[in-house]
């Protein structure tokens, strides 16, 4: 089940960087550092979609395909409850 | 005015056992002395709220056209003091129950008013006509789609 606090991590990770977000994950050296993007960097890490290590920042689409399936669970759940 | 209040304060009573009468004896009394300006900005504000919520369109073309709606959908999801986890709970709810959890009738409306627009609940009265909000599965499911399309757009 998603908390209140993955549903704020996957909103700062998917809307924090605005409708580019597909391109800047194609090239992750253009998200730039800054106070604002700050935020999104701490949210990505924490669903584990990046891993930061210097300048260098690895995006794990694995994370992604597994975040997918546990959205999709979270929401099964949820429709389940609604039905009962 | 004061005659009035006077009377229903004494008669109160004995109309404590037939209430009905008591409220159509009072209703004359409640608008007196309130200036016309003010009820007529009243009445067009309840006339505002009852306007029906524009619905957006739900469903996913690709990241430049949808981002819009992505964005409106995961605020509902996360913002506005967790009232959407609190609405799940309660499956179907009157504005005040969800108000109770919240905390704030701003933040209520504004919550109330974005889910209708993406189709998360919807609009239904009890049967003494006082309006009630439901989840929505349906617009749950298409939330649920318009989220992992987005997320497979990235992989």
């Given at each position: 089940m998603l908390s209140q606090d993955d549903l704020r991590d996957i909103t700062i990770f998917l809307t924090?960087?605005?409708?580019?977000l597909p391109n800047l994950l194609r090239?992750?050296?253009?998200i730039p550092r800054t106070q604002k993007t700050r935020l999104w960097f701490e949210s990505a890490s924490r669903l584990g979609i990046i891993e930061v290590s210097g300048d260098i920042i690895r995006i794990r689409r694995d994370r992604i395909r597994e975040l997918v399936e546990l959205i999709d669970r979270a929401f099964d759940e949820w429709l389940e409850e609604l039905s009962g | 005015m004061v005659g009035g209040t006077l009377r229903v304060a004494t008669m109160s009573p004995i109309w404590r056992f037939i209430p009905n009468r008591i409220a159509k004896e009072i209703k004359k009394y409640?608008?007196?002395?309130?200036d016309d300006e003010f009820l007529e900005r009243a009445i067009s504000i309840a006339r505002l709220g009852k306007r029906k919520t524009e619905q957006k369109p739900i469903e996913w073309v690709n990241w430049g056209e949808s981002y819009q709606i992505l964005e409106t959908i995961l605020n509902v999801l996360s913002g506005f003091g967790g009232a959407f986890l609190h609405a799940l709970e309660l499956k179907e709810f009157y504005f005040r129950e969800l108000h109770i959890r919240i905390g704030s009738a701003k933040v209520t409306r504004a919550w109330i008013k974005n889910a209708l627009s993406i189709g998360l609940i919807k609009r239904d009265s009890d049967p003494h006509g006082v309006v009630r909000y439901v989840v929505d599965p349906k617009g749950l499911r298409r939330i649920r789609d318009i989220i992992v399309r987005a997320l497979e757009d990235l992989i």
């Open positions: 924090a960087l605005g409708s580019d090239d992750p050296s253009r | 409640v608008h007196e002395d309130v």
